[in-house]
């Protein structure tokens, strides 16, 4: 069973800096492009990025909207997925998702984690 | 960016009826098109990949279908647990993006 498990939400002042973790299970996680997605509340998601798989270099792809604030990297050996956020904006303020890419989209998500960024 | 318009933004249905969410895009996705259903509190679940492939444990009563810029969602004879958020989602060209969703009820 694919399992995704984020942690490392909370809340955190504007400008302020914070790390997503994603712990995966259930597959080979090399294999797979993970995604970093985020929504707020009552809106529709936002995709951030992805990482590659292994056969594709493990090379990164950002949505402009966060591209240099985030930084998605992955530990292979830990089979972890992380979310590195800094110069964090009230807007930043969603719930943040992790997913197994398949095809383009992402098939396994993961239960979600909130973000606040408030002073 | 590539602009997902969605339509209706909600609709309301009863229990057994045909419904049909609609998406267009901007551009010409070649069927890079997704489509998620998203519970009250839960996260997203793909139904769709690729315009018309049924994700593994989705009902076969959800469909979808559709090329260049237009998309559909059909769900045939509605049923209660149908009730949610849906969403799709190109995933043609970076920054993959959704549309704004459609909210579906029961009447």
């Known amino acids: 069973e694919v399992k995704l498990l984020e942690s490392g939400g909370g809340l955190v002042q504007p400008g302020g800096s914070m790390r997503l973790s994603c712990a995966a299970s259930?597959?080979?996680?090399?294999?797979?492009?993970m995604y970093w997605i985020r929504q707020p509340a009552g809106k529709a998601p936002e995709w951030l990025g992805f990482?590659?798989?292994?056969?594709?270099?493990?090379?990164?792809e950002y949505n402009p909207s966060v591209k240099g604030r985030f930084t998605i990297s992955r530990d292979n050996t830990q089979n972890m997925l992380y979310l590195q956020m800094n110069t964090l904006r009230a807007e930043d303020t969603a719930t943040y998702y992790c997913?197994?890419?398949?095809?383009?989209?992402?098939?396994?998500w993961g239960q979600g984690v909130m973000v606040t960024v408030s002073s | 960016d590539i602009q997902m318009t969605q339509s209706p933004a909600s609709l309301s249905a009863s229990l057994g009826e045909t419904v049909t969410i609609e998406c267009l895009a901007s551009?010409?996705?070649?069927?890079?098109l997704a489509w998620y259903q998203q519970k009250p509190g839960k996260s997203p679940q793909l139904l769709i990949y690729y315009a018309n492939s049924l994700n593994d444990g989705v009902p076969s009563r959800f469909s979808g279908s559709g090329s260049g810029t237009q998309y559909s969602l059909k769900i045939n004879s509605l049923q209660s647990e149908d009730v949610s958020i849906y969403f799709c989602?190109?995933?043609?060209?970076?920054?993959?993006?959704f549309g704004a969703g459609t909210k579906l009820e029961l009447k």
């Open positions: 997913a197994r890419g398949f095809y383009g989209s992402s098939r396994d």
């Open positions: 551009e010409d996705i070649y069927s890079n």
């Open positions: 989602q190109q995933n043609y060209d970076s920054p993959y993006t």
């Open positions: 990482i590659r798989n292994k056969a594709n270099g493990y090379t990164t």
């Open positions: 259930g597959f080979t996680f090399t294999d797979f492009y």
